[in-house]
């Protein structure tokens, strides 16, 4: 091959000329010939057949070990996003898999939670980590957590007071002490009462009842269905339950009326517990 020294051949189209041009790049490795080479796929520029240095419409610059190729925006290696100004493949900021630009990070890579758009090992206090590998907020003034719904440790509180986690409530109050229908059990911690508590000292030992119910031992037991008719009750049959005439909330069911102290029509399970005049209190 005789090629007059300075000048590229080009294998493609049989031509000698002082530059190769685009989508090829020269070759001067023996030192007898200057060759036109072939740059990669879709390469606008190369230097190398391992290095592009500019791509074709569509494609961005990419390099993975000693190789800068040329790919399609969905073809990103992970941890980086296709920039249209550069026209490379960024990266993502640290410990993104997809991100849509340098801050958009929208998935991080295994191990790492995604949280005010950082990847971070550990979703920070009041937040927990979701199956979709973000960090969501506990609900207010928790500080630990495993969902939306719960809370295991409540914020310290300030000089204004505690704040009190509720058992069943999942929340965290902020009062001075626990609300009622709760004790402090432990710490800000706040335990349900018995059933029909309104205060109480534990679980176990009522102080005071709800409307509607009395103190009978340590417990709550509702005057409603007790056989007496008292305070705002409309009848007591003494039974809680319905279709009898005398309603599990002690009020006359649709189709009695009270008459004489009796439900008419008869009540069919309790006709004669049922206290429905006002002569019959026996509070
Ligand atoms: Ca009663
Ligand atoms: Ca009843």
Redesign the pocket.
């Known amino acids: 091959m005789d090629v007059a020294k300075g000048l590229f051949f080009n294998f493609i189209n049989f031509q000698c000329k002082p530059s190769c041009g685009d989508m090829y790049y020269p070759d001067h490795t023996d030192p007898t010939y200057y060759f036109c080479r072939s740059c990669p796929s879709n390469c606008q520029t190369c230097v190398s057949a391992s290095t592009c240095t500019s791509c074709t419409t569509n494609y961005y610059l990419t390099t993975t070990g000693e190789y800068t190729l040329c790919v399609l925006a969905q073809d990103c290696v992970a941890g980086s996003y296709p920039d249209q100004d550069s026209g490379e493949c960024l990266s993502c900021i640290s410990n993104c898999a997809v991100c849509s630009g340098s801050t958009g990070c929208t998935t991080c890579f295994d191990g790492y939670f995604l949280h005010a758009n950082t990847c971070v090992p550990n979703c920070p206090v009041s937040t927990y980590p979701m199956a979709n590998g973000t960090c969501a907020p506990c609900i207010t003034n928790c500080t630990a957590c495993r969902d939306s719904l719960t809370c295991s440790q409540c914020a310290g509180g300030s000089s204004a007071g505690k704040i009190w986690l509720l058992e069943d409530a999942a929340a965290c109050t902020f009062a001075n002490s626990c609300p009622d229908g709760y004790f402090n059990s432990q710490q800000n911690n706040c335990s349900t009462c018995p059933p029909q508590c309104e205060k109480c000292n534990s679980r176990t030992v009522c102080t005071t009842c709800i409307l509607n119910n009395y103190l009978n031992g340590m417990m709550c037991v509702s005057k409603c269905g007790n056989g007496l008719r008292e305070d705002t009750e409309y009848c007591d049959?003494g039974?809680?339950?319905?279709g009898?005439?005398?309603?599990?909330d002690c009020t006359v069911e649709d189709g009695f009326i009270c008459d004489q102290g009796v439900l008419v029509p008869p009540a069919t399970?309790?006709p004669d517990t049922c206290r429905c005049d006002p002569s019959l209190v026996i509070a």
């Open positions: 049959d039974n809680n339950y319905a009898d005439g005398c309603a599990p399970s309790a």
